[in-house]
């Protein structure tokens, strides 16, 4: 037995067994690892605080235990005679993922598969396309679109222009790009200018380039690119 001797008394005793009791003594127990003192013909716990892989021999209303091995705080409800958990379970999370701790096996991922993905080939649709001809992007993916325009334009304030437009029924339609020369110097020359008509087209809808000119003006088409995206 280990003792620690105060003068004139021997006021706290450190030992597995319990000692020769009086009233005030303290009582360490390193194999329960409690802390008791002897008060009024009894041993009552001093420090309602435990820690050990597994629940203390003697437990008070209120008293904590840190579990080591599960790194997890407790409380003594006496009434209950019941251990409760302090804080909230994984199990009691609505909605948290399927595996705990997250699973970083594959990271960081393998950058060799991803690069290796094709990238999108754009595909000349010039020979297959025409202006103010309705289209349906059956591709599965977004298909981006882009068209370039060539606008000769007479004199006397005359126009050319190209709109972009796509609709999910072939009835109502969006602009979703524009390109207009004009002629804004009333003179007898003819002006000749290009523009670029740039959309992209969820699957399933329908696009167009819709193209228009005043009198004596024109406009062509010069290239149409065609580039499926992602679904």
């Not at 008394?9 to 067994?17: A, M, N, R």
């Not at 005359?158 to 109502?172: F, H, K, L, R």
């Not at 399933?204 to 995206?229: F, M, P």
Request: cysteine-free.
């Amino acid at each position: 037995m280990t003792e620690v001797d105060f003068i004139p008394k021997q006021f706290v005793v450190v030992s597995e067994t319990e000692p020769s009791p009086f009233e005030g003594l303290i009582w360490y127990n390193p194999a329960t690892k409690l802390w008791k003192m002897y008060s009024g013909g009894e041993w009552k716990i001093l420090i309602p605080f435990y820690t050990g892989d597994t629940e203390p021999a003697e437990a008070t209303d209120g008293m904590l235990w840190y579990d080591s091995l599960n790194d997890v705080m407790n409380v003594y409800d006496e009434a209950a005679a019941t251990w409760n958990r302090l804080g909230i379970d994984w199990a009691d999370i609505v909605n948290r993922p399927s595996v705990f701790p997250p699973d970083y096996t594959n990271y960081p991922p393998d950058w060799s598969i991803i690069s290796n993905i094709p990238s999108p080939t754009p595909i000349d649709q010039t020979a297959n396309r025409a202006l103010n001809t309705v289209y349906q992007n059956t591709s599965g993916k977004h298909l981006l679109v882009i068209t370039t325009i060539s606008f000769n334009v007479e004199s006397s304030s005359d126009y050319a222009q190209a709109i972009g437009y796509i609709s999910s029924d072939n009835v109502t339609y969006v602009e979703m790009s524009f390109a207009r020369f004009a002629d804004i110097d009333y003179n007898s020359y003819i002006w000749t200018g290009g523009g670029t008509i740039v959309m992209v087209v969820p699957p399933n809808y329908y696009y167009k380039v819709a193209a228009g000119a005043s009198y004596g003006s024109s406009v062509s088409l010069r290239k149409w690119w065609e580039v499926e995206l992602w679904k």
